[in-house]
T-cell receptor, first 116, second 115 residues
Framework: AQSVAQPEDQVNVAEGNPLTVKCTYS??????LFWYVQYPNRGLQFLLK??????LVKGSYGFEAEFNKSQTSFHLKKPSALVSDSALYFCAVRGIDSGNTGKLIFGQGTTLQVKP | DTGVSQDPRHKITKRGQNVTFRCDPISEHNRLYWYRQTLGQGPEFLTY????????KSRLLSDRFSAERPKGSFSTLEIQRTEQGDSAMYLCASSFLTSGSSEQFFGPGTRLTVL
């Protein structure tokens, strides 16, 4: 069965420091991986995706993610955190199913807290 | 605003009542999804439409839940005889049909509270 794990409930980082939010996945075949961010009382906003190609994917708001097939990981990174990056982050994988529905399987989320 | 919209944003109801939520996807998107998100958890897939056809339903979708997308545009999600366990955020998302690699665009959600 496909699954996504985000091992940290919360990540704390000082403004200006690099940040990493971890994600590991389990899926048969080639994974389609996504990162979304959720601000309070708002829907999920797409940040970036990995489908194929370069293992380092660049996305919105200066975020990037590194796909590592051998470690089945897709960690989200940013070189210099901003206080406004504080939010709830979700990693997701496209489920494998016969109907090619594209449904997403989400991790439980990681709260990022950036302190001034 | 050309994003995904949902109505209402909040719904408070008493146990046993029926509720209906609406989702308006991005106009050219032919894929539409419903997810449910409870506190401290990631969204969980409920159901999927391709145009007007409902092609997949999760086992989470009990027989009290029904969803429609009558003309392949907006969609409704109805919950009959609501229970306290139905309290959650209901999210709608849409995407354009390709190979399944397209990202989904989410609406702001409808927060349901069942008293």
């Amino acid at each position: 069965a496909q699954s996504v794990a985000q091992p940290e409930d919360q990540v704390n980082v000082a403004e200006g420091n690099p940040l990493t939010v971890k994600c590991t996945y389990s899926v048969s075949g080639n994974p389609y991986l996504f990162w979304y961010v959720q601000y309070p009382n708002r829907g999920l906003q797409f940040l970036l995706k990995y489908i194929t190609g370069d293992n380092l994917v660049k996305g919105s708001y200066g975020f990037e993610a590194e796909f590592n097939k051998s470690q089945t990981s897709f960690h989200l990174k940013k070189p210099s955190a901003l206080v406004s990056d504080s939010a709830l982050y979700f990693c997701a994988v496209r489920g494998i199913d016969s109907g090619n529905t594209g449904k997403l399987i989400f991790g439980q989320g990681t709260t990022l807290q950036v302190k001034p | 605003d050309t994003g995904v919209s949902q109505d209402p944003r909040h719904k408070i109801t008493k146990r046993g009542q029926n509720v209906t939520f609406r989702c308006d996807p991005i106009s050219e998107h032919n894929r539409l999804y419903w997810y449910r998100q409870t506190l401290g958890q990631g969204p969980e897939f409920l159901t999927y439409f391709q145009n007007e056809a409902q092609l997949e339903k999760s086992r989470l979708l009990s027989d009290r839940f029904s969803a429609e997308r009558p003309k392949g545009s907006f969609s409704t999600l109805e919950i009959q005889r609501t229970e306290q366990g139905d309290s959650a955020m209901y999210l709608c998302a849409s995407s354009f049909l390709t190979s399944g690699s397209s990202e989904q665009f989410f609406g702001p959600g409808t927060r349901l509270t069942v008293l």
